[in-house]
C-alpha cells in the first residue's frame, strides 16, 4: 500500500469499550481506534479524530464535510445511500447488530478502498484481541465484572454490555465525590452520598448482581436495658462490622439512628444471604460493658435488585421493613419476596397519603363512651382516631398508627386529634355540657419529646373548656432515659389543669410503688384482667388493685368490659368508670355529640354525677 495523507474521522464518544472519550487522554479510545490505528500503522494514512470530546459532534461535523469517516455506528445511525464498511457484527439479545464506519463525500477513493481491504483481512480472533486489550486497559473508575470470556465477538460484547459508559461513570463519580460526608459517630458514608454515589456503581448491566441489605438495631430496647451508652457502644459495634466486611464493589451507609445499610456485590440472593447472616451474628455478638448481650435486638432485611430497580430509596424501604419484621418476629433475616414487597408498597403509598390526609382532614375523631359503674350513665369517652382515606375506606388505628410510629409522623396525629377534642369539648359547653371528659392518647416519642408541653398548652389554650375535662392516657412501660423527661411532662400538664392516667396497667412493667412516685389522677385496668374476672384469682387480683388504687386517691377504670356479668363484678369491686363493647362501640364524633347533648339535656340529674375519670 502507498501512503495517503490525512484522514479525520468524526468518532463517537459513548460507545464504551468498542469507542469512547477519554477526557485523561483528551481523545478516543477503545476497540475501533485500536484497529484504525494498527490500520494507519500498515497502509501509511494518517488517521485523525477530529475535534475530540465528550459531545457526539458526528452528524454536525458530517453536514458540514469536515472530515472523511463518522465512526462507530449502529443499525440505526446508517445513512441511506452513503458508502459505508462494516466493522463487524454481533448477536445481541437474539438480534444482530452491526457496527460500521460511514465515508463521506470527502473520502479519497483510495483510502475507502485500502480501508476495506484492510478490514477484510481482519480475523474474528483479532477482533476479539483488540477488544480484550481495550477492556484491561480501561480507567480504573470502570468497575468489570468477573465473567467467564470464550474467543467468540459474541461473548466479548456480552462483556462490553456489562461495563458502564466511561463518560457516564466518570462523571457520576465525580459528583458524587464533592459530596461526600462520613457520620461522624460510625465512621461510614451517610445515607445522602450513598444515593449520589449509587447510580455511578449501580448500572443496567450489572444490577441484578447487587442487593440491598439492612441491619435494624433495636436500639430502644438496648438502651431501656443497659442504657444509653449501650446503645450508641453497640451502634459503632455494628458500623465496625459493617466497614471490615464490605467487599469490592459495596457500599455502606448510616442509614437512621435505628440501623445501618449496605448495598453488596454478592451475584446470587444465596450468597449476599450467607454474607448478611455471618455479618449479623457478628454484629449480635456485641457485649456491653456490663457483659450484657443483645441477641434478638439485630436483625436484617435483604432486597435483591431486579432489572427495572433504579429508586434506592425504594429498596431501602423494602429492607428496613423486612429487617423490622424480623426483629419483632425474633428471625435473624427476612427476604424480600414478592408478597412481602407487594404489602410493604401499600404501607409505602399509605404513607405518602398521610400529608393529603391531613391536609383534607380526613382524620376523623371517634368516642367510645365510659360509663359510671354505678349507675351505667355516659360521663365520658375515649378518643379513638380513624382514617376515611379516599380510595381504601374507613381505616382502624391498627392500619396506620404503627406506620405512623415508624416514620415519626405520629406526634402529627397525635396533636391533630388534641386539636379536635378540645374544640369538641368546647362546642360541649356551649351546649350545656359542662362536665363529659375525654380522654386522649400519645404516643411515647410525643409526649417526651421536648416541645410537648408548649405545643399541648399552645393548642388547649386556643379552646374555652374546663381542663380537667381532657385527660391523658399514658401507657405503663420500662424505665428508660426519657422516663425523667415524661415524669416532667406529667407534672406540667397535671399543674396546668390537665388530668392524666396510666392506660393498660397491670400487665405491663409498672407497679403502685411507680404510682406513688408518678404523679397521677387514675389508673385504666387492662382487659386482660377483665377477661379473667370470672376465676377466683383473677378477682382476687382485681380487687386488690381497686383498693390499692382507691387508697393512693385515684380514679379505677376498667376496659374491655363486654358482658353483663363483667360489668356486675367490676360495680361490686367498686371500680369507677368502665369502658367496652357492652355499654357502646366507637362511634364518629357527630353522633357522639348529639347523643351526649340530648342524655345530659333530658338529665339534669346527669349533669352532676362525679366523673372523676
Not at 52 to 72: C, F, H, M, W, Y
Request: hydrophobic content about 40%.
Amino acid at each position: 500500500m502507498s501512503a495517503g495523507g490525512l484522514i479525520y474521522i468524526a468518532g463517537n464518544p459513548d460507545l464504551y469499550p468498542l469507542e469512547y472519550y477519554d477526557p485523561d487522554a483528551g481523545t478516543y479510545q477503545g476497540t475501533i481506534p485500536s484497529v484504525l490505528a494498527q490500520f494507519a500503522q500498515e497502509s501509511g494514512y494518517d488517521l485523525q479524530y477530529y475535534q475530540p470530546g465528550a459531545t457526539d459532534r458526528r452528524a454536525e461535523l458530517a453536514e458540514n464535510k469536515q472530515i472523511d469517516a463518522v465512526s462507530g455506528c449502529t443499525d440505526r445511525e446508517a445513512v441511506s445511500g452513503a458508502e459505508q464498511v462494516t466493522l463487524f457484527q454481533a448477536e445481541i439479545d437474539g438480534q444482530t447488530v452491526t457496527y460500521s464506519l460511514i465515508f463521506t463525500d470527502s473520502a479519497p477513493e483510495d483510502f475507502v478502498q485500502a480501508l476495506r481491504s484492510y478490514l477484510s483481512g481482519v480475523t474474528q480472533p483479532e477482533w476479539t484481541g483488540a477488544m480484550l486489550q481495550s477492556v484491561s486497559q480501561s480507567p480504573q473508575s470502570v468497575s468489570l465484572l468477573p465473567v467467564s470470556i470464550g474467543l467468540g465477538l459474541t461473548v466479548c460484547l456480552l462483556l462490553a454490555a456489562l461495563t458502564l459508559s466511561v463518560r457516564r461513570f466518570r462523571r457520576q463519580l465525580r459528583q458524587a465525590e464533592r459530596f461526600r460526608s462520613i457520620d461522624p459517630e460510625t465512621g461510614l458514608d451517610t445515607m445522602e452520598y450513598l444515593q449520589r454515589r449509587f447510580p455511578a456503581f449501580v448500572h443496567d448491566k450489572n444490577r441484578v448482581l447487587y442487593h440491598v441489605v439492612y441491619f435494624y438495631l433495636d436500639l430502644g430496647h438496648v438502651e431501656r436495658l443497659g442504657g444509653h451508652m449501650a446503645a450508641t457502644a453497640m451502634r459503632r459495634h455494628a458500623s465496625a462490622v459493617l466497614r471490615a466486611r464490605l467487599g469490592p464493589g459495596s457500599a455502606a451507609a448510616t442509614a437512621s439512628n435505628a440501623g445501618i445499610a449496605a448495598v453488596i456485590l454478592a451475584g446470587t440472593t444465596q450468597k449476599a444471604r450467607e454474607w448478611a447472616l455471618s455479618v449479623l451474628e457478628q454484629i449480635r455478638a456485641f457485649t456491653d460493658e456490663g457483659g450484657n448481650i443483645y441477641p434478638l435486638d439485630a436483625a436484617a432485611g435483604l432486597y435483591s435488585l431486579q432489572p427495572g430497580d433504579h429508586d434506592l430509596n425504594l429498596a431501602l424501604f423494602y429492607a428496613e421493613q423486612c429487617a423490622r419484621l424480623a426483629c419483632r418476629e425474633g428471625e435473624g433475616l427476612r427476604l424480600c419476596s414478592q408478597d412481602v414487597c407487594r404489602a410493604f408498597e401499600e404501607e409505602r403509598q399509605l404513607l405518602a397519603d398521610v400529608s393529603e390526609g391531613f391536609r383534607q382532614e380526613q382524620f376523623r375523631i371517634y368516642l367510645q363512651f365510659y360509663v359510671n359503674a354505678s349507675n351505667f350513665e355516659i360521663v365520658g369517652g375515649e378518643m379513638l382516631a380513624r382514617w376515611q382515606h379516599n380510595r381504601k375506606g374507613l381505616l382502624l388505628p391498627g392500619q396506620f398508627v404503627p406506620l405512623m410510629e415508624r416514620e415519626g409522623l405520629v406526634s402529627r396525629l397525635d396533636y391533630y386529634c388534641l386539636e379536635k377534642v378540645c374544640a369538641f369539648l368546647e362546642m360541649l359547653g356551649r351546649n350545656g355540657v359542662q362536665n363529659f371528659f375525654i380522654s386522649c392518647n400519645f404516643a411515647r416519642s410525643t409526649i417526651t419529646s421536648a416541645s410537648f408541653v408548649e405545643k399541648c398548652k399552645e393548642i388547649i389554650s386556643r379552646y374555652r373548656f374546663s381542663r380537667e375535662l381532657l385527660v391523658f392516657e399514658v401507657t405503663e412501660s420500662e424505665k428508660s432515659r426519657d422516663q425523667t423527661q415524661m415524669d416532667a411532662h406529667i407534672r406540667e400538664m397535671r399543674a396546668f389543669g390537665v388530668r392524666v392516667l396510666f392506660d393498660d396497667f397491670g400487665v405491663g412493667f409498672s407497679s403502685f410503688h411507680d404510682l406513688q412516685e408518678s404523679d397521677m389522677d387514675g389508673l385504666k385496668l387492662d382487659k386482660y384482667l377483665v377477661e379473667n374476672i370470672s376465676t377466683p384469682q383473677g378477682r382476687s387480683i382485681l380487687n386488690a388493685m381497686v383498693q390499692a388504687g382507691h387508697e393512693l386517691d385515684l380514679t379505677i377504670l376498667a376496659e374491655g368490659v363486654e358482658q353483663a356479668a363483667q360489668a356486675q363484678v367490676l360495680q361490686q369491686l367498686g371500680c369507677d368508670v368502665l369502658q367496652g363493647f357492652y355499654f357502646s362501640r366507637p362511634m364518629p364524633a357527630e353522633q357522639s355529640a348529639q347523643k351526649i347533648i340530648k342524655q345530659f339535656r333530658t338529665s339534669t340529674g346527669h349533669s352532676e354525677t362525679d366523673a372523676r375519670g
